[in-house]
């Protein structure tokens, strides 16, 4: 069966293999905040608004792109063999996902203020497609007793 | 409208036993995983329409030997 929108199994084991990758430079980087100095760039005068917020650095923005790309090339590309059931629970999995997300969302809005509320905001599409892997991956292989909808 | 295991029986164990194949020749033979067939068999999953004519083709029966819609639906 053809599955629209979804990237080659290639680009999952790629995926694969850059996640561990940035998640412990990410841990790394939470620990001992290294900065890699040809990633450095720089910052627009003293005194302009940006300023406060720029640390000259493209570390960890490099970092956490590269996180968010793996869990993207994970989740959206296609099974070695993709089905109708696999693209179903894809589906479905992505349905409980999002209500689950957008019930983070608004525990984030209720329970974090201020300046700590932009910066934890950054982890929502994180944990969007990690939540997604993780009920995918348990219906399609740890789950099979579980029946599957199709609408 | 949701479909499920509920309202839906099948013969594909039995046709495949008829048949002497294994769920792995069977998800194969229909271009599934075998855990597609083994999800099928146990209701828990109700195939397409395509794939209900592949599962006729296989077996040589009618689609509507293979899949009966339960009592009260």
């Known amino acids: 069966m053809k599955s629209a929108y979804l990237l080659p199994f290639k680009a999952k084991i790629a995926g694969l293999v ?3 990758v ?9 620990k001992f905040e290294f900065s890699i100095p040809w990633l450095q760039y720089k910052t627009l005068p003293e ?6 917020f720029e640390d000259g650095n493209l570390t960890n923005e490099c970092i956490l792109g590269g996180l968010l790309l793996s ?3 994970i989740a959206f590309s296609r ?17 409980i996902s999002h209500y689950i ?5 608004l525990l984030w809005i209720l329970g974090i203020q201020g300046l700590s509320f932009a910066l934890s905001a950054i982890m929502i599409p ?26 | ?12 164990k039995i046709e495949r036993a008829i048949l002497d194949i294994t769920q792995a020749e069977l998800a194969v033979r229909l271009g599934v995983s075998r855990q597609t067939v083994n999800a099928m068999e146990a209701g828990k999953y109700v195939p397409s329409t395509v794939l209900a004519l592949k599962l006729a083709a296989v077996f040589k029966k009618p689609v509507e030997e293979l899949f009966a819609l339960e009592s009260g639906d």
């Open chain 1, 18 to 20: 850059l996640l561990p």
């Open chain 1, 22 to 30: 940035f998640a412990v430079l990410l841990v790394l980087w939470l």
């Open chain 1, 47 to 52: 005194g302009s608004l940006t300023h406060l």
């Open chain 1, 71 to 73: 869990l993207i090339l």
């Open chain 1, 79 to 95: 099974e070695k063999l993709e089905d109708e059931r696999s693209l179903a629970i894809r589906l479905q999995s992505l349905h």
């Open chain 1, 101 to 105: 997300n957008y019930l983070m969302v």
């Open chain 1, 126 to 151: 994180y944990v969007f497609l990690m939540v997604f892997l993780i009920i995918y991956y348990i219906r399609l292989y740890l789950l099979p007793s579980v029946a599957v909808f199709r609408s």
């Open chain 2, 1 to 12: 409208m949701l479909y499920s295991d509920r309202n839906m029986k099948n013969r594909i």
